[in-house]
């Protein structure tokens, strides 16, 4: 059993009680919520006749569904508009704050609770959505709930939970030139495998990790889920605080001196205990690509499609039904395969610094011939940044769309679809057969950069051929 | 005209049924409730949207379209099943398909949490076993009793040792797994535990 690590600190200090059945109940500390997982939650609260127990202690967005072309309200899909309709009034009627389009403070979830300083170091947050693990770049202990998980939040800010068990994950040396956060997280999930998080939570550390920005961290922390475990994080540093500072809901003035303080004490000790560790070099991580339908079946841009034999036979399954669904042969070249779409955002690769390196790929390059290229800013703070850096100029002079902050194309629940077979080449976490929107559509998972660098060259390309000329 | 459906109440100690195989693993919840059937505000309609990209490709020879399937409610599955995102709409479209238990080499955390959140039991066993069932049902059908108590599933001629959580065994013996009462009856502790938390009080509201 792990002890006095980061994970231990928070999960004691947020401990109300322990269950008669065996779990513990932990307090949630922030509570995030958006329009697709929230229905529901507050029509069983109606049910049984509860009230939102701390409406100050949830926040709401509204992402999933929104349109990123024509945000003028109603919304053409009837369906959408009712959603965020219900999400509007129960906000309203439950006394919740919610950043709504045009609020100036609307976008993604995981990308705006950290660019408004609501995810600290030292929190629970829970979010009806997998990808809460991201806030975990920040030293909080961030997990995805449940529908019934959300009405329980709701109804007493707190859940049943089982502790998890803690992997630190030591990152030695540095990733190279033209190597990012996300080819990190892929090579991560590639090698410990998809199910080997599940009752995990993952320590993300080491020299590679402490030298990533906190933009870069919140990509690694993103996809902990990825790998199964439900929540991942990193010890917070000055990075941290910088990062953190003057933030609007960030402690203020004489707060601030004192949450700092009170930060730092939370990072996992020195001489902390682990129920696991697996280390990895970071030098060795090439531009990283999938080519399969797990996050895990990925393999350098330079790499063939593995052969049955070079794969464990536990994941040959998977492998023969990702061969006959992409469309590849073992033995394969990933380099040069022909794409069809591209698209750059979601919560794993939206945010401005994600936006800057695409940007700087593309900078007096056009897209390929009948390309579709699109860039979905994870926020509207992200879109305003961009445009003051005039990045949405260069994205739409190489012949990119520019569009309104979402989720869009990562799991397609708005018009942004794949059709047909067509393969993205996409800055999102998930290559799930369908994912995109499109039943026999196909995803390969990439960092930004190497996106913008398939979007010129309208097939994969070693994005450093491009950046290093 | 249909019935409303009944969501499980209470303890759980006994399910009874006739079983289904679903093989594959890292079955993720976007297979099982593809996003678009998410654009709703409740999950009534979800029953017959479960797995439809996968029944679609596969014309009617999905297990879920088999005819010799047809009221089946224990799910045969392999491992880390329902991976990938935390919509519930995945377990609470199977239960709205007839699925009342799930047994199965492993599953994915978020997924396993929302069963036991909505009152179906998940049960784990070794890869061979699963393997043995499912060889079972290539050839004829299968019913199961199983007794969570005892936690063993029996047939006329097989017999499993289910493994299960003991959390989560007490949840459902208890009926402790619908949450939300149990965890109120700590109103006082929840109230104590918000005034100590040290970032409460650090932070600017918005």
Redesign the interface.
């Known amino acids: 059993m792990s002890q006095d690590t980061l994970f231990d600190k928070v999960w004691d ?2 401990k ?2 322990s ?5 513990d ?1 932990i ?1 949630v ?1 922030l509570h995030l919520i958006h329009e ?2 929230s ?2 939650a507050f ?1 069983a609260l109606k049910d ?1 006749n ?1 009230k939102v ?2 409406p ?1 202690r949830t ?1 709401a967005t509204v992402d ?2 929104v349109p990123t072309d024509n945000q003028s309200r109603p919304f053409k ?1 009837n ?2 508009e ?2 965020i309709d ?1 999400l509007e009034k129960n906000c309203t009627e439950h006394k919740i ?1 919610f950043f709504n389009i045009g609020s100036g403070n609307q976008g993604i979830v995981h990308v705006v609770a950290p660019e ?1 300083g609501l995810t ?1 170091p ?2 629970t947050i829970a979010c ?3 990808h ?1 693990s991201t806030h975990g770049a920040f030293g909080s202990i961030a ?7 959300v ?2 939040v709701l ?8 502790k998890l068990k803690v992997r630190q994950i030591w990152c030695e040396n540095k990733l190279s030139n033209g190597i990012y956060a996300k080819d990190l997280v892929l090579n991560i999930i590639n090698q410990l495998g ?2 080997a998080g ?2 995990y939570a993952y320590e993300f550390a080491g020299p590679a990790i402490s030298a990533l920005s906190m933009e870069e961290r919140m990509t690694v922390c993103n996809m902990s ?1 990825e790998g ?3 929540c991942g994080y990193i010890n917070p540093d000055e990075k941290t605080f910088s990062y953190m500072k003057d933030k ?5 003035n004489e ?1 601030w001196d ?2 700092v303080k ?1 930060w730092k004490s939370l990072k996992s000790s020195d001489n902390c205990i682990y129920d696991d560790v697996f280390k990895l070099d970071a030098s060795k991580v090439e531009p990283t690509i999938t080519w399969g339908i ?1 996050p895990g079946q990925s393999i350098g841009v330079n790499q063939k499609i593995p052969s049955l034999n070079e794969i464990h036979p ?2 040959q ?2 492998a023969r ?1 990702a061969y006959e669904y992409m469309g590849f042969k073992p033995g394969q070249s990933i380099k040069n395969t022909p794409i069809d779409v591209c698209f750059i955002g979601s919560c794993t690769n939206g945010r401005i610094s994600d936006l800057r390196v695409a940007a700087q790929v593309l900078e007096d390059h056009k897209v390929a011939k009948n390309m579709k290229a699109f860039v979905v800013p994870g926020s509207e703070k992200v879109a305003k940044e961009a445009k003051k850096e005039g990045l949405d100029k260069i994205f739409i002079n190489a012949g990119f769309q520019w569009r309104e902050p979402g989720c869009s194309m990562c ?3 708005n018009s942004d679809k794949l059709i047909g077979n067509q393969v993205s080449a996409s800055s999102s976490n ?1 290559n ?4 995109q ?1 499109s ?2 559509g196909r995803t390969l998972l990439m960092s930004p950069a190497m996106v913008a660098a398939a979007s010129i060259t309208g097939k994969v390309s070693d994005v450093r051929d491009l950046i290093n000329k | 005209m249909s019935i409303k459906f009944k969501t499980p109440m209470g303890k759980i100690s006994r399910l009874n049924g006739k079983c289904i195989s679903l093989v594959g693993d890292d079955i993720d919840t976007d297979r099982i409730i593809p996003a678009r059937f998410l654009k709703c505000i409740n999950f009534d309609s979800l029953a017959k949207s479960v797995f439809d990209d996968d029944r679609k490709t596969l014309k009617g020879n999905h297990p879920f379209d088999l005819e010799t399937n047809k009221g089946s409610s224990i799910l045969i599955v392999n491992s880390n099943f329902g991976c990938g995102s935390s919509r519930e709409h995945a377990p609470q479209a199977l239960m709205r398909w007839g699925i009342k238990a799930i047994i199965g080499e492993s599953f994915a955390d978020i997924f396993y949490s929302n069963c036991i959140a909505i009152g179906i039991p998940c049960f784990t066993l070794p890869k061979k076993s699963i393997k043995e069932i499912q060889r079972y049902l290539d050839i004829k059908n299968l019913f199961f009793e199983i007794n969570l108590f005892e936690s063993t599933a029996k047939a006329e001629d097989l017999k499993f040792n289910l493994e299960i959580k003991e959390t989560s065994k007490n949840m459902f013996l208890s009926g402790e797994w619908d949450a939300t009462s149990k965890l109120l009856e700590n109103e006082a502790l929840i109230k104590q535990k918000l005034n100590d938390l040290p970032y409460i009080n650090f932070n600017s509201s918005f």
């Open positions: 200090l947020h109300v009680a269950l008669p059945g065996g779990s109940q307090f500390g697709v997982t229905p529901q029509g049984k509860l127990k701390f100050q926040v999933h569904i899909d369906l959408a009712q959603m219900t704050k408004l600290q030292g929190m009806g959505d997998s809460t997990f995805g709930i449940g529908t019934s998980q009405r329980d109804a007493s800010q707190t859940i049943a939970m089982n998809v199910k599940v009752g889920i199964g475990a439900r609007l809901c960030a402690p203020q707060n004192k949450a009170w797990t536990n994941d399954f998977i039904e799991l397609a629940m998930r799930f057969k369908g994912r929107g039943p026999n």
